[in-house]
């Protein structure tokens, strides 16, 4: 049986990380300290589910680390995948199993299989968790080769925390909709308004009608 990392900061995927530790020798990693000190035991694989830290250099020269991208790779390397595919209007994306190497999302490809962008962010997230698993489990057994990415690269910017404020800028129910949904998870900045006092923040979004929509919202006094 062979012996592999799962590395994850992501508690939507934590059931699938449990699942997969069944089947293989793994070792469970979920902060970078917990990372450098896990290599010790010479993986064969070492997998990233999702992952917020820099991957030093030292671990990727030196054993296969795999990581999963919310985009049709080379299209949407860089941050926040997910949000900026639904800001610019994707409702199917691919979730790309790379190499990773130095580069910003550069690596080589594994494999990459289809995912549908519709309903919360967190629901995505899941449908993602069991695609990793599958897929993870073909690059262990199938023993694939990666190979180079093809096309144009285009960037991502991550998106930063105050970018979650709703502006002027949404006209539509359904462009508010997206907006809510695509930051409707666990450890997400939610949408949100805010007064001098008070900061609401969005979740659980339903369209009604081509003109309203409900969702929950939580007030906080600032």
């Not at 070792?27 to 589910?49: G, M, R, W």
Request: charged residues 25%.
């Amino acid at each position: 049986m062979p012996k592999i990392i799962l590395a994850n900061c992501n508690t939507i995927l934590q059931p699938v990380q449990d699942e997969i530790s069944r089947s293989y020798d793994v070792i469970n990693v979920y902060t970078k300290a917990e990372l450098i000190d896990a290599v010790k035991s010479n993986p064969e694989y070492v997998f990233f589910l999702h992952w917020s830290w820099i991957i030093p250099e030292t671990i990727f020269n030196n054993y296969d680390c795999v990581v999963f991208h919310m985009t049709d790779l080379p299209y949407g390397r860089g941050g926040s995948p997910l949000q900026n595919l639904i800001i610019n209007g994707h409702k199917e994306t691919k979730l790309s199993a790379l190499k990773v190497d130095k580069g910003l999302d550069t690596g080589n490809i594994y494999l990459k299989r289809d995912l549908s962008l519709s309903g919360t962010a967190a629901e995505i997230f899941s449908r993602a968790g069991t695609l990793i698993k599958e897929m993870i489990k073909e690059i262990i057994e199938t023993k694939i080769i990666p190979l180079p990415q093809k096309g144009e690269p285009t960037i991502f910017t991550r998106r930063k925390p105050e970018e979650s404020l709703i502006t002027d800028n949404i006209l539509e129910i359904e462009k508010l909709y997206d907006f809510i949904r695509m930051l409707d998870a666990d450890n997400y900045p939610n949408a949100f308004l805010e007064t001098k006092n008070f900061k609401f923040e969005f979740n659980k979004g339903q369209i009604v009608s081509n003109n309203k929509l409900t969702a929950n919202v939580t007030i906080t006094k600032k």
